[in-house]
């Protein structure tokens, strides 16, 4: 594997430059560009320069393009995290066909291709987001919740259903002086209310991701 390193300050043409070598090496076969980027950075206009069979988060139009449509070619990759959660809901022998699952959060790393692969699936999907009034009343009708807004414990165990199924995909940290960092991981769920309500729950840390 290659590892390319730049500094925070890099500039949009540097960037693009290294993209664009990395395209054209034959001894590479995937690319995957760490996000988020430096705030003076085109996020898209990066990740659009990635060649679409090199494009191993499947962030490139064409390939989310793919996971959106109904048949047709199936994309060349999914992103990973999305990719996992279904991993997750399969290997724990949960049947999302007719459920209705709620997803927190609309990034285009994780929330909106997670609705296109739950939408494979037959679930029925609802995505809430920031614009989005009473989240708390969609949430607590949903029989699967995925938590991918990047907010502490937003989610309490009065909005969880009765044996609904969690994917907590947040991690953020609080301050906890018993810790030798000097913090600690929590979810976008508050595990210790909600492990009384859901069948399943994933924990923060050791559940997605670290």
């Given at each position: 594997s290659v590892s390319v390193e730049l500094e925070e300050s890099v500039t949009q043409a540097e960037?693009?430059?290294?993209?664009?070598?990395?395209?054209?090496?034959?001894?590479?076969?995937?690319?995957?560009?760490q996000l988020p980027l430096p705030a003076h950075i085109d996020e898209h206009a990066v990740l659009k320069r990635i060649r679409v069979d090199k494009d191993v988060d499947g962030f490139s139009a064409e390939n989310?393009?793919?996971l959106a449509?109904?048949?047709?070619?199936?994309?060349?990759a999914v992103p990973c995290t999305p990719a996992g959660c279904v991993e997750?809901?399969?290997?724990?022998?949960?049947?999302?066909?007719?459920?209705?699952a709620v997803i927190?959060?609309?990034?285009?790393?994780?929330?909106m291709p997670m609705a296109h692969l739950l939408l494979s699936m037959d679930a029925t999907v609802t995505v809430v987001?920031?614009?989005?009034p009473d989240i708390q009343?969609?949430?607590?009708?949903a029989d699967i919740i995925i938590a991918a807004v990047g907010r502490r414990e937003m989610i309490r165990g009065d909005w969880v259903k009765p044996g609904a199924v969690i994917i907590d995909i947040g991690i953020n940290d609080v301050p906890d002086e018993t810790k030798k960092s000097g913090y600690r991981l929590v979810g976008d769920?508050?595990?210790?209310?909600?492990?009384?309500?859901?069948?399943?729950?994933?924990?923060?840390p050791g559940g997605v991701g670290p």
């Open positions: 960037l693009e430059k290294t993209v664009d070598e990395l395209n054209a090496r034959s001894d590479v076969h995937g690319i995957l560009v989310i393009g793919n449509l109904k048949g047709g070619e199936p994309p060349l997750l809901l399969q290997r724990s022998g949960v049947d999302c066909s007719g459920k209705h927190v959060g609309r990034s285009n790393i994780v929330g987001h920031s614009k989005t009343e969609h949430v607590r009708r769920v508050c595990f210790s209310e909600a492990l009384a309500v859901a069948s399943k729950i994933t924990p923060v």
